[in-house]
């Protein structure tokens, strides 16, 4: 499934200056544009003709939102030199900002936000006030240091696939397989997104290096399937016993279609051997359109479950391997030796899994999950998890200075 947290968009457009009318009033500021930005709505003629071809204005608007609905209602913007620090409830956002000789916006940079710490007891208090069940687990040299629920099984969506990777990296450490092995693309193993190579032609040969990291780092939902399928289920069973039969995303996707109603109520009933019949019976069937799945939850009982402790287990595993270094998740890598990442999300589950290594060297794992019959506040959820780790790096750094 998608992962659909939010990272905050870079957005850097040098633009070679066009003279249109002026549309500001003399007076205007950077300081005061970036106020309207945030306070009133977004208004074309505020950007350059060549700026709004770039980034079109419903982007804008999008990447505000996100911002806003990430980090909170705006405080104040402070200048800082020849830049701004943009002032949240729940952040600080570094930005850019240039205006040409007609006050209109030709360069704009959101920069990496600072967001405010918390405590892991103000982190744990928070999540217990979120509708639904919750999980969240911090260790430190894989010592439990805070924990709500850790040992609860919860669907994570994609993260799952940290599973799909610990196996394969077992199979490489056996003998049996090696990284660069190529198979071919099956059409039958394609799914829907996340994910571009359900757009590959058939048979296009691949590496397991290039299916494992498709998996990890934009959560390739067909790449994920592939390495499924050419390690099989039951290998994968043998580290994650609790998710059996273990389904492709391709099965789960077909399982959810509300025009598979029967099928479904077929898998809910039957055994495990009576569903791994029915999995087969359905290898064949079509698979439904991708916006189904963009509103309320759908048979949350068709996931993959691990509880927060299982997915500290299995990153901790995989976090030395470079792909899991690609896509940082919501943390700033700078502030750390190593980052290792994977997330997922789909309506009522969202799963944020970090491994993570100080500059002195020790690792942590932070772990929250979520799951509701009701659409979930993602943005509240991120920011809590990330304000937890925000709080992990300055005890760390305050430690070190000692």
């Not at 947290?5 to 007076?27: D, E, G, N, V």
């Not at 360069?107 to 990496?112: A, D, I, N, R, S």
Request: proline share 6%; charged share 20%.
């Amino acid at each position: 499934m998608n992962l659909k947290i939010w990272l905050l968009t870079l957005l850097l457009i040098f633009l070679q200056l066009i003279a249109p009318l002026p549309t500001f009033a003399t007076t205007e500021s950077p300081l005061t544009v970036l106020e309207k930005i945030f306070t009133e709505e977004l208004q074309p003629e505020w950007f350059t003709p060549t700026f709004l071809r770039q980034i079109p204005l419903p982007q804008i608007e999008n990447i505000i939102n996100n911002i806003e609905g990430t980090l909170g209602e705006i405080q104040e913007i402070q200048p800082d030199e020849t830049n701004y620090r943009i002032i949240f409830e729940r952040g600080t956002v570094p930005t850019k900002i240039k205006l040409n000789d007609n006050n209109q916006i030709e360069l704009l940079l959101f920069l990496p936000p600072t967001l405010n710490s918390i405590s892991l007891t103000e982190a744990i208090a928070k999540f217990r006030s979120f509708p639904g069940e919750v999980s969240f687990l911090v260790q430190k040299d894989n010592q439990v240091i805070a924990e709500l629920n850790s040992n609860q099984s919860l669907a994570v969506g994609s993260a799952f696939k940290l599973a799909v990777l610990a196996t394969l990296q077992q199979e490489i450490a056996a003998g049996k397989s090696n990284w660069d092995d190529v198979v071919k693309l099956q059409p039958e193993w394609k799914s829907l997104p996340s994910g571009l190579l359900q757009t590959w032609p058939d048979y296009t040969p691949l590496t397991l290096q290039t299916l494992a990291t498709l998996m990890i780092s934009i959560s390739d939902n067909t790449a994920t399937d592939s390495l499924i399928q050419i390690l099989g289920k039951e290998s994968i069973e043998t580290i994650s016993p609790r998710n059996q039969p273990f389904l492709t995303t391709r099965e789960a996707f077909i399982l959810k279609n509300p025009q598979n109603q029967q099928l479904l109520s077929r898998y809910r009933q039957g055994n495990i051997t009576e569903k791994r019949q029915l999995l087969r019976e359905i290898s064949q069937a079509s698979l439904p359109d991708v916006t189904l799945f963009n509103g309320n939850p759908v048979a949350l009982d068709v996931e993959w479950f691990f509880s927060s402790q299982e997915l500290c287990d299995l990153i901790s595993s995989v976090a030395e391997l470079p792909i899991m270094g690609i896509n940082p998740g919501v943390v700033n890598p700078q502030n750390w030796q190593r980052v290792a990442f994977k997330g997922g999300s789909e309506p009522g589950v969202l799963n944020l899994t970090t491994w993570l290594e100080s500059k002195e060297g020790n690792t942590y794992c932070v772990v929250a999950t979520i799951n509701d019959t009701a659409p979930i506040d993602e943005a509240g959820f991120v920011s809590i998890y990330s304000s937890a780790i925000a709080g992990l790096e300055e005890t760390i750094s305050h430690s070190s200075d000692k």
